[in-house]
């Protein structure tokens, strides 16, 4: 299967800027068990955080990019509804699996407010594992659709946890067996745009985060996406490769390994250069540890020689932490020195 996508109908990323530095790791390698590729992916999962996961010569990860194209039309049909429409789908509906905007000072030619948005569809409703919230007609015609991607993103990030769990010297299956994709969990589907705005330091600084879960699987189609550099801590851009997907770690794994895996900082910026002139979107899939899953340090392997951090006063369940991580009853950021505590008005992903 050869993999098309649509980022050549679009003004090209600028060649002039500086760019993160990502490693790009083989999902046909990984696949494959080949060592060099998962010493690789370990190795940025504890200095970056951040990898290109290369979708070419896997015939799962071809699917996906394919997959990805597909829900990117999809997901532009469902922002063109009405607003009246996507709202009824919003957070009366539910707190967080629901459609969610803010509004921005821009306005468009009518001198309505723009709106950055975002609707989260919960992987539990889309594989069957629960009764399902209502959703829009669109999402339940691309229900097999949808249903694939999603098995398919579980299925790589089963294999990276999996590597992840070798090199921690784990017994087999530990952090497999916390994200088990049969049981309820915080994972979910997340389609996201943008409108064309001008830069907003204000803005963009409220937006800085790290990813409270475990995985993330994301496609971006136009640069906006940057990440803080860990050395210098300078704000560098990720550039989207057409055929591979950005994938970063989440607080939970920083939580679940003491500190030898790294949640990196990130945040979203207008496009670069002639991309400036286009909303963006993204098309991303958070997987997060099973609902009953208490957030906690893990024992065994190269964990236990972590340092000892004082005792946290309370140990809560994923449900609770992603809850609360979400709605900012837990503020703050991961960082090498662990989690620290931000400002109110923090975004949340």
């Not at 339940?140 to 946890?161: G, P, S």
């Not at 939970?252 to 002139?277: C, D, E, M, W, Y």
């Amino acid at each position: 299967m050869t993999i098309r996508t649509s980022h050549s109908t679009l003004p090209p990323f600028p060649d002039d800027i500086v760019t993160a530095p990502l490693v790009s790791v083989s999902l046909a390698k990984l696949e494959a068990d080949d060592k060099a590729e998962e010493d690789a992916f370990f190795e940025a999962s504890k200095k970056l955080g951040f990898v290109y996961l290369d979708m070419t010569g896997s015939t799962r990860g071809e699917r996906i990019v394919d997959g990805a194209e597909k829900l990117h039309k999809i997901q532009q049909e469902f922002f063109k509804l009405p607003n009246e429409v996507k709202e009824k789908y919003g957070t009366s509906m539910d707190r967080f699996y629901a459609y969610h905007y803010s509004v921005h000072v821009t306005r468009d030619p009518n001198g309505q407010p723009l709106r950055n948005e975002h609707y989260n569809m919960r992987k539990d409703d889309i594989v069957g594992n629960c009764e399902r919230l209502p959703c829009p007609q669109m999402i339940l015609d691309n229900q097999e659709l949808l249903e694939t991607y999603v098995r398919d993103c579980r299925a790589v990030i089963d294999l990276m946890l999996e590597d992840l769990n070798t090199h921690l010297e784990l017994p087999p299956g530990t952090l497999g067996n916390l994200h088990r994709i049969t049981e309820r969990s915080g994972d979910h589907a997340r389609f996201v745009q943008a409108p064309v705005s001008p830069w907003d330091d204000k803005r963009i600084s409220l937006g800085e985060h790290t990813d409270f879960g475990t995985l993330t699987i994301l496609f971006n189609w136009l640069g906006g996406l940057q990440i803080r550099h860990p050395e210098t801590n300078e704000w560098v851009y990720v550039k989207p490769v057409p055929g591979c997907a950005v994938v970063n770690l989440g607080d939970a794994l920083v939580k679940f390994t003491a500190g030898i895996l790294r949640s990196n900082i990130h945040r979203v910026v207008p496009p670069p250069g002639q991309q400036a002139g286009i909303p963006r979107n993204s098309l991303v899939y958070f997987s997060r540890p099973e609902d009953v899953v208490i957030m906690k340090r893990l024992k065994g392997g190269i964990i236990d020689a972590q340092p000892e951090t004082a005792a946290e006063t309370e140990e809560i369940t994923s449900h609770d932490w992603i809850m609360r991580r979400a709605h900012g009853d837990l503020r703050g950021i991961y960082t090498a020195k662990g989690f620290e505590f931000k400002f109110p008005e923090q975004s949340r992903s």
